[in-house]
Nanobody
Framework: VQLQACGGGVVQAGGSLRLSCAAS????????MGWFRRAPGKEREFVAA????????YYANSVKGRFTISRDNAKNTLLLQMNSLKPEDTAVYYC???????????????????????WGQGTQVTVSS
C-alpha cells in the first residue's frame, strides 16, 4: 500500500497550490483521509480531513477558509487546494489514510495522528514573503 503525495513547490505569499495524493495497493473510498504538515522545528500537525463519503470535512483553524480538502473516490485520490498561502504555511505536507473502512468518528478524532495508519512520503511547500 502506498500513498504518493505531489504538487508541492515554491510560491509567493498570497499564491495557490494544489496538492494531490494518489493511493495504490488498495482502495480508500470507504476510509477517512487527511492532510498533515510538519514545519521546520515543529511537530507534525493536523491540516484537514475528509470523511469517506466526502460529505464531511474538518480543518485546522489556521487554514480554515483558505484550504479545501476533497477526494475523488473513483480515482482513489485525495486533494488539497491551498489558496492565500502564507509564509507560516511552509512545511512538508503529508497525506494519510485510516485503515478502517466505513467508520464514523466524532470530530475530535479526525485530527489525531493515531487515527491514520497509512502515510505518504510528504511534499515540500515553501511560501516566500
Amino acid at each position: 500500500v502506498q500513498l504518493q503525495a505531489c504538487g508541492g513547490g515554491v510560491v509567493q505569499a498570497g499564491g495557490s497550490l494544489r496538492l494531490s495524493c494518489a493511493a495504490s495497493g488498495r482502495t480508500f473510498n470507504r476510509n477517512v483521509m487527511g492532510w498533515f504538515r510538519r514545519a521546520p522545528g515543529k511537530e507534525r500537525e493536523f491540516v484537514a480531513a475528509v470523511s469517506w463519503s466526502g460529505s464531511i470535512t474538518y480543518y485546522a483553524n489556521s487554514v480554515k477558509g483558505r484550504f479545501t480538502i476533497s477526494r475523488d473516490n473513483a480515482k482513489n485520490t485525495l486533494l488539497l487546494q491551498m489558496n492565500s498561502l502564507k509564509p507560516e504555511d511552509t512545511a512538508v505536507y503529508y497525506c494519510a489514510a485510516d485503515s478502517n473502512s466505513g467508520r464514523q468518528y466524532i470530530e475530535s478524532q479526525y485530527s489525531r495522528l493515531g487515527l491514520y495508519e497509512y502515510w505518504g512520503q510528504g511534499t515540500q511547500v515553501t511560501v516566500s514573503s
